[in-house]
């Protein structure tokens, strides 16, 4: 299984991004596929997430500004950024697993999949 991130950059707050990662070697309905982030210094954050039966899932402090889509032909699961803020600034991860419960969506260590990563900077 491989996750490749994209999408990543420097952008005004009050702006928009648009993260994308590609999975391959996986059936991606079978999967949770989500999106964390680690800013300098702090913990994994939990952002947003698909659950295997289509539902989305996101962090408290995203919600209403993020949305998190996926394409099960193209196995890409998308991250749309709006209204960006300064503390939104973090090294943005997506992940997968097929076997985490359903209380573990929001555990970065119940996941088994990563990709590299992608940087988001937000400036005020």
């Known amino acids: 299984v491989q996750l490749q991130a994209s999408g990543g950059g420097l952008v005004q707050a009050g702006g928009s991004l648009i993260l994308s990662c590609a999975a391959s070697g996986l059936t991606s309905s079978r999967y949770v596929m989500g999106w964390f982030r680690q800013a300098p210094g702090k913990e994994r954050e939990f952002v947003a997430a698909?659950?295997?039966?289509?539902?989305?899932y996101y962090g408290d402090s995203v919600k209403g500004r993020f949305t998190i889509s996926r394409d099960n032909v193209k196995s890409t699961v998308t991250l749309q950024m709006n209204t960006l803020r300064p503390e939104d600034t973090a090294v943005y991860y997506c992940?997968?697993?097929?076997?985490?419960?359903?209380?573990?969506?929001?555990?970065?260590?119940?996941?088994?999949?990563w990709g590299q990563g992608t940087l988001v900077t937000v400036s005020s």
């Open positions: 992940a997968a697993d097929s076997t985490l419960i359903f209380s573990d969506l929001m555990r970065s260590r119940a996941y088994d999949y």
């Open positions: 698909f659950s295997k039966s289509g539902h989305a």
